[in-house]
């Protein structure tokens, strides 16, 4: 491998240990023969890549949720994430269609009970009406009004 | 870096507040330190944490389980770092002078620890300097963060191979910063 092959490898693949075990293997093997590519590796090591390594972990001071609360709850955003935002979360629009579908099956249910009553109570107004004009026609004289139509049917 | 649980995320999303504060201290010192790197100070680095936790807030129902919740936060966090660096960078100057920096400290200087820790983070500072905004989110996720190669890809939703690039060429440039520097203040 010529150098500059073996440093754009040593810049990222192989300080990054994202590069293959053989690609490291020509790598070590070139740079232990080298003394321009392993300079070059020790400077990056030591002065580029080692300060990153040893900085302390940070947190943000209390300050900053303190302001995030009050952006959150208490400033012009209450509204954009008030009802209408937790409505669009896919765990409340699930409840919610859940809701929905319920109170609509609780309707088709009632409505069709009422149908169905309605129709029962038709069918017993038509009974009782038809009972009751055949019983006009059943009044001991054998049936009839004695009209002159009756007579010239019957 | 820990990973926030699916409950967690699932009961912030319905407006849970202890589950969003939960995310809070979960992810909150990662968006810091990614913050200050890439926006260059602590009082804009504080800014940017905010903005990134009303965005999350804002936009938690939108999340889709498909990346990681890691993932999605790093990447609001790089671009509004980058939004409020470029914003303000007028408001700066183009370049921020050593003294600014080390105006920016405050530390006891009589615990050493704490010395060498603030001096480190000057160093650290320093090269950022030297990068242009996309290399430093690079060297920010891969030197800090510790993401692969993959992760920050996914983050910058840019190719793995520009990734690699932009990590060269900031070394490059890096070395190329500290050989001046040392031959500098050689002579």
Same mark, same amino acid.
């Given at each position: 491998?010529?150098?500059?092959?073996?440093?754009?490898?040593?810049?990222?693949?192989?300080?990054?240990?994202?590069?293959?075990?053989?690609?490291?293997?020509?790598?070590?093997?070139?740079?232990?023969?080298?003394?321009?590519?392993?300079?070059?590796?020790?400077?990056?090591?030591?002065?580029?890549?080692?300060?990153?390594?040893?900085?302390?972990?940070?947190?943000?001071?209390?300050?900053?949720?303190?302001?995030?609360?009050?952006?959150?709850?208490?400033?012009?955003?209450?509204?954009?994430?008030?009802?209408?935002?937790?409505?669009?979360?896919?765990?409340?629009?699930?409840?919610?269609?859940?809701?929905?579908?319920?109170?609509?099956?609780?309707?088709?249910?009632?409505?069709?009970?009422?149908?169905?009553?309605?129709?029962?109570?038709?069918?017993?107004?038509?009974?009782?009406?038809?009972?009751?004009?055949?019983?006009?026609?059943?009044?001991?004289?054998?049936?009839?009004?004695?009209?002159?139509?009756?007579?010239?049917?019957? | 870096?820990?990973?926030?649980?699916?409950?967690?995320?699932?009961?912030?999303?319905?407006?849970?507040?202890?589950?969003?504060?939960?995310?809070?201290?979960?992810?909150?010192? @990662?968006?810091?330190?990614?913050?200050?790197?890439?926006?260059?100070?602590?009082?804009?680095?504080?800014?940017?944490?905010?903005?990134?936790?009303?965005?999350?807030?804002? =936009?938690?129902?939108?999340? =889709?389980?498909?990346?990681?919740?890691?993932?999605?936060? @790093?990447?609001?966090?790089? =671009?509004?770092?980058?939004?409020? @660096?470029?914003?303000?960078?007028?408001?700066?100057?183009?370049?921020?002078?050593?003294?600014?920096?080390?105006? =920016?400290?405050?530390?006891?200087?009589?615990?050493?620890?704490?010395?060498?820790?603030?001096?480190?983070?000057?160093?650290?500072?320093?090269?950022?300097?030297?990068?242009?905004?996309?290399?430093?989110?690079?060297?920010?996720?891969?030197?800090?963060?510790?993401?692969?190669?993959?992760?920050?890809?996914?983050?910058?939703?840019?190719?793995?191979?520009?990734?690699?690039?932009?990590?060269?060429?900031?070394?490059?440039?890096?070395?190329?910063?500290?050989?001046?520097?040392?031959?500098?203040?050689?002579?």
């Amino acid at each position: 491998m010529k150098c500059d092959e073996v440093r754009e490898i040593l810049l990222s693949d192989y300080i990054d240990e994202e590069a293959a075990p053989e690609i490291r293997d020509r790598i070590n093997d070139h740079v232990k023969g080298c003394n321009g590519c392993r300079e070059m590796y020790d400077v990056l090591c030591e002065k580029v890549s080692a300060p990153f390594k040893n900085l302390e972990p940070t947190t943000p001071p209390f300050e900053v949720w303190k302001k995030i609360e009050e952006k959150i709850y208490t400033g012009r955003e209450v509204g954009a994430v008030g009802f209408l935002t937790r409505l669009k979360s896919p765990f409340v629009y699930r409840k919610t269609v859940l809701a929905l579908a319920s109170v609509m099956l609780v309707v088709f249910f009632g409505t069709q009970y009422v149908k169905v009553r309605d129709s029962n109570l038709t069918k017993e107004y038509v009974t009782e009406q038809f009972e009751y004009l055949t019983s006009l026609g059943n009044n001991g004289n054998g049936g009839g009004f004695g009209t002159s139509i009756e007579e010239y049917f019957f | 870096m820990m990973e926030v649980p699916n409950d967690v995320i699932k009961r912030a999303a319905g407006g849970d507040r202890e589950a969003f504060e939960d995310i809070y201290n979960l992810t909150s010192s @990662y968006v810091y330190a990614v913050a200050i790197r890439v926006s260059g100070n602590v009082e804009d680095a504080q800014e940017v944490v905010q903005d990134v936790f009303v965005k999350v807030h804002k =936009n938690l129902w939108k999340f =889709n389980f498909e990346s990681k919740l890691t993932t999605w936060i @790093y990447r609001i966090t790089v =671009n509004t770092a980058v939004n409020y @660096y470029n914003r303000t960078k007028k408001r700066r100057g183009h370049e921020i002078g050593d003294e600014r920096i080390l105006e =920016n400290k405050g530390m006891p200087a009589n615990v050493h620890a704490k010395m060498e820790d603030e001096d480190n983070k000057r160093k650290v500072e320093l090269l950022l300097q030297r990068l242009n905004p996309d290399q430093r989110v690079c060297i920010v996720l891969r030197e800090i963060e510790q993401l692969s190669y993959e992760e920050i890809s996914e983050v910058l939703k840019v190719n793995i191979n520009t990734v690699r690039t932009r990590l060269k060429r900031a070394r490059e440039a890096l070395i190329k910063y500290v050989s001046e520097k040392e031959d500098k203040d050689e002579m």
